[in-house]
């Protein structure tokens, strides 16, 4: 059974997809110094807040509730046209076509903090130089990294591929960075009537709104596991971090989610701000999503840390 759980599948792309990753990653970074250097203060509209928020809060909803509880965990159920929508909001985030996500982050689950997870900060050696290295590796540098990236464990995707949907969207991602630069692009242009307030507008809620949604996903990455405090018992070093909670959509209650991952519920405690659950339960009572699931109150005590 083993054997046939860790069969793995060549991905002859994958240094194409890393070159397309690279790109993708350093592209928002400079429309950010375009931002601050040309419109600071100076063009920063009402329309292009806008954008900026409209596009950030849609784009958080496409990977925290759809790319990261849905695909990853399936942690409630849905309908194919929403499975569609949420992994075209996901994808606009820019941070790789759905399938790929998800199978990075199964990884990480499966492998987290040992040899083998794609973005752990508790792999690059000891010392305080060994932190400064993970942080850096778990933020970001892993997407440079080839190694161990040429083969996809066949577990880790076989559902996701027998997708029709997931595998149309998928398919379809360079249309989604189209679009998610596009959009923003089109707004600006109607609303403003000139071409450059088009681009403003493609800068502010397209290249900053990307940016900043990156940076927030990857602190959960880097950040949550090693600043925060581990009320839940997990073989790994995933913490909750308050601080970003508001802004990841929930994705900060991290140490919770590793302790129970297939729980489309993060903020499981009391005061723990989770707008991904928020809005998972609000679909629910509007008949879009069924099967949530969520820990009760004695599966909780007894993965308590101090249980
Ligand atoms: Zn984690
Ligand atoms: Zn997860």
Not at 19 to 41: D, E, K, Q, R, Y
Not at 42 to 66: C, E, K, M, N, Q
Request: net charge positive.
């Amino acid at each position: 059974m083993e054997s046939v759980s860790r069969q793995t599948l060549p991905e002859p792309h994958y240094l194409l997809r890393r070159i397309v990753t690279a790109i993708g990653v350093s592209i928002p970074m400079i429309g950010v110094l375009i931002a601050l250097g040309l419109f600071w203060g100076v063009a920063v509209r009402p329309v292009d807040l806008a954008l900026l928020f409209v596009f950030y809060t849609l784009t958080g909803v496409g990977i925290s509730v759809g790319y990261h509880r849905l695909f990853t965990h399936s942690a409630f159920q849905t309908s194919a046209a929403m499975r569609g929508a949420l992994a075209i909001l996901g994808s606009f985030a820019l941070e790789g076509g759905v399938i790929g996500w998800a199978c990075e982050h199964r990884k990480h689950h499966a492998y987290s903090d040992v040899e083998g997870d794609p973005h752990s900060p508790h792999v690059s050696g000891p010392g305080v130089k060994g932190k400064v290295k993970g942080l850096w590796h778990a933020h970001m540098g892993w997407f440079f990294s080839t190694k161990g990236m040429a083969e996809t464990e066949l577990r880790f995707r076989r559902d996701l591929d027998a997708d029709p949907v997931l595998k149309t969207v998928d398919r379809l991602y360079f249309l989604w960075i189209l679009l998610t630069l596009g959009i923003p692009f089109a707004v600006g242009y109607a609303v403003g009537g000139t071409l450059w307030l088009g681009f403003e507008a493609m800068v502010w809620g397209g290249l900053v709104r990307i940016f900043l949604g990156h940076h927030i996903t990857w602190s959960i990455n880097s950040i949550c596991h090693m600043f925060g405090s581990r009320p839940y018992k997990a073989r790994d070093e995933s913490r909750n971090n308050f601080l970003l909670a508001l802004p990841s959509f929930g994705e900060s209650w991290h140490n919770n989610h590793h302790a129970f991952p297939a729980s489309a519920i993060f903020g499981i405690d009391r005061g723990q701000l989770d707008l991904g659950a928020l809005t998972i339960r609000l679909f629910e009572r509007l008949g879009l999503v069924w099967n949530v699931n969520a820990p009760n109150e004695s599966q909780r005590a007894l993965r308590r840390a101090s249980a």
